[in-house]
């Protein structure tokens, strides 16, 4: 059962005015570090995102330091638990953005659109005088979507306003104001893109509360209108109803996620390439691949981290 799987895998995100990025940053490390706890927190002036793993104990200590923080004592978390931790290091890292956009005129923390809850999620989307677009990148939609939900097809969150403007007309037309409905696994994207999309004139706009793991983990799989998994950016790779673990392995080439017919592919070989990446790599980029994937092997056996083993965490920016 996952209930009794014995790591507790916290994520998290907040908007919230940070003025000591180096302390909040010293502090969260020295203290994750201490306790045994690994995974990504992302710090910047506007904010805090990450995926924490560790103990019960340990993770409740962690937290509560963050309601600490300027703005953070309500803070949301989506909690899974795993088999195995999911992280093999702990990084504090401070970046200009907790989840990366390039509009720094927009104010999620004021201006995001209408939360939605999980629950009235079906009946937003299911509204033909909805749009429904997913926020996430074209390598988390083609492991799974809502039903009829639009692709933009994008490489990196940044790249959404742009793929916005191009596509404005076509979605919205000179017609009546439509309702835009939005979604991203855990709902960070969507305060930034709602508000974004307010910014630019679009009133009737809403997200996932949440986002996807929220909904994964409250309806029921005989109401749900999701198909496939979620990506999440851990070692478990996707996740399904209730969070239960999925079915794709992780490219440790190019950090996508591998399905069971992509892992029969002569293209994918464990830790070397997959047929997504496969052609963007050298021979002599996937040998150096194959020697750490080795090296890796060996330090597993002998109960050792391999440094190169860490989990390609900058990812999280898209989170």
Not at 94 to 108: L, N, Y
Not at 118 to 128: E, K
Not at 159 to 166: T, V
Not at 254 to 260: F, G, L, W
Request: charged share 20%; hydrophobic share 40%.
């Amino acid at each position: 059962m996952i209930e009794q799987e014995p790591i507790c895998v916290a994520a998290l995100y907040r908007f919230t005015p940070f003025d000591d990025c180096p302390a909040i940053k010293a502090a969260l490390a020295k203290l994750c570090c201490g306790r045994g706890v690994r995974g990504l927190l992302l710090i910047a002036h506007e904010g805090i995102n990450g995926t924490i793993a560790g103990s019960d104990e340990a993770i409740a200590a962690v937290l509560a330091h963050i309601r600490t923080l300027p703005g953070c004592s309500d803070i949301q978390v989506k909690y899974a638990r795993a088999a195995t931790m999911p992280f093999h290091r702990m990084k504090v890292r401070i970046k200009r953005e907790i989840v990366t956009m390039g509009q720094p005129d927009i104010d999620p923390l004021t201006d995001a659109g209408h939360y939605v809850a999980a629950g009235d999620w079906n009946a937003l989307i299911a509204d033909p005088d909805t749009i429904v677009i997913d926020t996430r990148n074209d390598y988390e939609v083609a492991v799974g979507t809502f039903a009829g939900a639009i692709n933009p097809g994008t490489t990196a969150f940044a790249d959404f306003p742009d793929w916005f403007q191009r596509e404005r007309a076509t979605l919205l037309g000179d017609g009546a104001p439509r309702k835009v409905a939005m979604f991203c696994t855990g709902g960070i994207r969507c305060e930034k893109s709602t508000a974004y999309l307010k910014a630019q004139g679009v009133e009737q706009v809403y997200h996932l509360e949440g986002g996807i793991l929220k909904y994964l983990e409250t309806v029921s799989p005989d109401d749900s209108l999701w198909e496939g998994e979620c990506f999440v950016f851990d070692q478990r790779v996707t996740v399904g109803n209730g969070l239960a673990p999925g079915t794709h392995l992780l490219c440790h080439a190019c950090r996508r996620p591998v399905s069971q017919t992509q892992a029969g592919s002569p293209l994918y070989e464990a830790g070397v390439s997959c047929p997504a990446c496969h052609h963007e790599r050298s021979d002599a980029q996937r040998a150096g691949y194959r020697e750490r994937h080795r090296q890796q092997g060996l330090a597993e056996r002998d109960g050792q981290t391999h440094i190169g083993a860490a989990f390609a965490a900058a990812r999280q920016d898209d989170a």
